[in-house]
């Protein structure tokens, strides 16, 4: 019965949030993806940093921006191109590259196994980084580095060692940092405070909450391990939210100019934030206040940030 009150409350809430505009979804322009992925290798080589990382956007000079990020696909998207050429070239200044950004990640975790989003920053960049699946892209990486994977096959058996400890305490976080509300698991937040290990806030828009979408990347990762009964329950525990929190009946559309929720029996989707406790979708404009309908947040932010989606059928959840 509580479950079905909760579904008819979020039913009432998202017709609305419907608004009146139908017009049609235009493609969603994204954003570029860090300076590592379409980078030149020598521009890759010429950017590492001292400390063996990347920034985001070489062109960063100061700032919190202008240190070394996993942010938009920074850093491990450049060893992982590093491995590729050397694989290919063997030319060791590939290898010593990609074996100096992978000594950063070690370098870059902290003592309880979560990743920042910035190396040595300030504000929520020192939080523990799930946003953008962030930590868990790590994470794959370091394992493939642990196993000596494809392109990491050159990687030697300190190095391989060392990034399989780190994997194994990146999974301690995980499991650390899964919310407990009402006595039950339920997922995970954006980012999580490095100290207390509770979800944190980020920008003005990104309160601390669930998120759905992050937590499903946590999820397929999890599917990768070792299987254990703590590992399992956090899964089982993480599908039983996804369950309880879909909404049944209403489709997410997106373009330039807005986006909204319009009825269709043949879908489901799920918001991107879930407030705490309450497990209430939730919307959240640049001036910080939380509001319950997508409409009545401002328009930029209801075009400019996806705020529903279908996560959860990557991982069988309908």
């Known amino acids: 019965m509580k479950n079905r009150t909760i579904a008819c409350a979020l039913s009432i809430a998202l017709l ?16 570029a993806d860090a300076s590592g992925t379409t980078a030149s290798l020598s521009d890759i080589l010429k950017n590492q940093q001292s400390d063996g990382g990347w920034k985001k956007d070489y062109s960063e000079t100061s700032g919190d921006w202008a240190k070394s990020t996993i942010d938009n696909k920074a850093t491990y998207s450049e060893i992982r191109r ?67 994977k494809g392109d990491f096959a050159f990687i030697d058996s300190g190095v391989a060692s060392k990034a399989k400890q780190a994997v194994d305490k990146g999974v301690d976080c995980i499991l650390k940092t899964q919310v407990t509300s009402g006595g039950k698991l339920t997922a995970w937040g954006q980012q999580h405070d490095s100290s207390s ?9 990104e309160v601390p909450s669930l998120s759905a979408s992050e ?4 999820v397929k990762f999890l599917k990768t391990r ?30 330039s100019s807005d986006s909204y929720i319009v009825a269709d029996s043949s879908s489901t989707i799920w918001a991107r934030f879930y407030e705490l406790n309450t497990n209430k979708p939730i919307f959240v404009g640049r001036d910080g206040v939380v509001k319950y309908n997508l409409k009545d947040i401002d328009q930029e932010r209801r ?7 279908n996560w959860p059928t990557k991982i069988g959840i309908n």
């Open 226 to 255: 070792p299987s254990n009964s703590q590992i399992n329950a956090s899964i089982k525990a993480a599908e039983n939210w996804f369950n309880a929190v879909k909404i049944s009946g209403f489709r997410y559309e997106r373009n």
């Open 303 to 309: 075009a400019g940030y996806a705020w529903y989606g």
């Open 197 to 205: 290990l509770k979800p944190a806030g980020a920008r003005a828009f």
């Open 82 to 148: 590093l491995a590729a050429e050397f694989s290919k070239t063997k030319d060791s200044k590939y290898s010593a590259s990609a074996i100096k950004g992978i000594n950063f990640l070690f370098n870059m975790q902290y003592s309880n196994g979560g990743f920042p989003q910035i190396y040595k920053s300030s504000g929520y960049h020192t939080h523990i980084t799930y946003n953008d699946d962030a930590m868990v892209n790590v994470l794959i990486l370091l394992d493939e580095v642990a196993n000596r």
């Open 215 to 218: 937590s499903v990347g946590i």
């Open 16 to 31: 609305g949030s419907m608004g009146a505009a139908m017009v049609t979804p235009t493609s969603v322009v994204m954003a």
